[in-house]
């Protein structure tokens, strides 16, 4: 292949991944339809990144498509100025070479990954998959409300402050926003998948993951983190969970265009994904990395971006955006079956309880734990499902940081960090850290 100027390499780039940090497989599974290959670059799909520099953007942009008879699909000029195109990769070095563009990546296939897995559950998984597809039968009556063991755990439960006022988006597979346990949270959103179908979830994680941060306060099902939060769906993976780089970056331009600096309401974003990668810890201006500017400029507008550590049980490090020590919150996930702290409840599929789950990525860019285990929260069809992952561990952690800022506006995503984990449980004190691999705290929210 040829190489031209600022084209990110393949070791730079990495088989970018995208996994959905959960037992999402499920679904995958019993459709008969695969994702593409996760990892693989999409031939002849580019994302270009402008110089800061450039004032002109749309006139750059004009030019540099038309010069390589290029087939634009998506502009940015929130949280990145650039645009993603499908041009001959002879054209390439036309477009990277030009002086008003910073760099060049590769555009790649985002996909759903094998989550965390105990075989033994295998076939209860499937019946439930097919009970989850049907949705619960009409007429039946919603289950009775009870508090989620991690919500438990975390002591949120019961609290005054309920984030209201605070915005939290999910970069995600979307939201179902007529499930009743979530009814009037979310205010809006984008469809940034290659699918039709608008921002709602066609898939189940990202509607799971909205119901841990800010599900209802009521008599049914679960509740939230953060239950007076409003959220918006933004949907960047289609219904088994795939997406690209592409679709991630336009994911996260809505959310800057969404930010206190741009007049907006978002203070918070939850990223239950991510793949393989690395951060040159400088916004991917070194290494040419458009996922990690995008991320740099959100949090830049005032967005704290909670992230999943991933699932591989692997440095946290190899994966993006977890690896993104310069701008985001990064969470493991804690094995807990009882609410409650101390280890004495019944052991679970990933490890003792008050460990951490054996599945959970690690390392010193990991920020804060979270329950992620078994964890119950919304589903698809006004359903409930109970999945783990430290997919399930972010956006507990992402309404606690709703919380803090609710009663700390104007504060920084650092500062929120900061804040959470010096709130949080030290290891011993509740939990404990079996292989010495996870000195981070455990999140409580009893003083946000
Ligand atoms: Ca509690
Ligand atoms: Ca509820
Ligand atoms: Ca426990």
């Not at 030009?98 to 296939?109: G, K, L, T």
């Not at 409003?230 to 690209?244: A, D, E, P, Q």
């Not at 985001?328 to 609410?339: E, H, K, Q």
Request: net charge negative; aromatic share 6%; charged share 15%.
């Amino acid at each position: 292949m040829t190489r031209a100027k600022g084209i990110a390499s393949a070791v730079t780039i990495g088989a970018f991944l995208l996994v959905l940090f959960a037992s999402v497989f499920v679904f995958a599974a019993v459709d008969s339809e695969r994702p593409e290959r996760a990892g693989e670059r999409i031939p002849g799909q580019y994302i270009v990144v402008f110089k800061d520099s450039v004032s002109d953007v749309d006139a750059a942009e004009n030019e540099l498509v038309a010069r390589v008879r290029g087939e634009r699909f998506d502009s940015y000029r929130n949280a990145l100025n650039g645009f993603a195109a499908r041009f001959s990769e002879s054209d390439l070095s036309a477009i990277a070479d030009d002086p008003r563009v910073a760099f060049v990546s590769e555009d790649r296939v985002v996909s759903i990954a094998d989550a965390p897995l105990d075989t033994s559950r295998v076939r209860d998984l499937y019946s439930r998959a097919r009970e989850n597809k049907k949705g619960p039968s009409a007429g039946a009556a919603p289950p009775a409300q009870t508090l989620p063991t991690g919500v438990d755990r975390v002591n949120a439960e019961g609290k005054a402050n309920t984030g209201a006022g605070v915005d939290v988006a999910v970069v995600d597979t979307g939201i179902l926003a007529s499930h009743p346990d979530l009814a009037g949270k979310v205010v809006g959103g984008k469809n940034c998948s290659s699918s039709g179908g608008g921002y709602t979830d066609q898939n189940g994680h990202g509607t799971h993951v909205a119901g841990t941060i800010a599900a209802l306060n009521n008599t049914q099902g679960v509740v939230g983190v953060a239950p007076g939060v409003k959220l918006w769906s933004v949907r960047v993976l289609n219904k088994f969970g795939s997406g690209s780089w592409s679709s991630v970056i336009c994911g996260l331009d809505f959310v800057t265009s969404k930010a206190p600096a741009k007049g907006g309401t978002i203070r918070v974003a939850n990223m239950s994904l991510g793949g393989s990668g690395i951060s040159d810890n400088n916004c991917g201006n070194t290494n040419n990395d458009a996922l990690h500017k995008a991320i740099c400029r959100a949090r830049d507008a005032g967005v704290t971006i909670v992230v999943a550590a991933g699932n591989s049980g692997a440095p946290a490090a190899s994966f993006v955006p977890a690896a993104y020590d310069d701008a985001v919150i990064t969470v493991s996930a804690l094995a807990d079956s009882d609410g409650k702290p101390g280890g004495v409840g019944s052991a679970t599929s990933y490890g003792a309880d008050d460990t951490f789950a054996s599945f959970s990525n690690f390392g010193p860019g990991v920020d804060i734990g979270a329950p992620g285990v078994a964890i119950n929260s919304t589903w698809l069809s006004n359903g409930y499902r109970t999945i783990s992952g430290t997919s399930m561990a972010s956006p507990h952690v992402a309404g606690a940081a709703a919380l803090y800022i609710a009663t700390h506006p104007g504060v920084s995503w650092s500062a929120v960090r900061d804040a959470l984990a010096l709130a949080g449980e030290a290891v011993g004190l509740g939990h404990s850290d079996t292989f010495g691999i996870h000195p981070e705290p455990v999140l409580l929210a009893d003083t946000l």
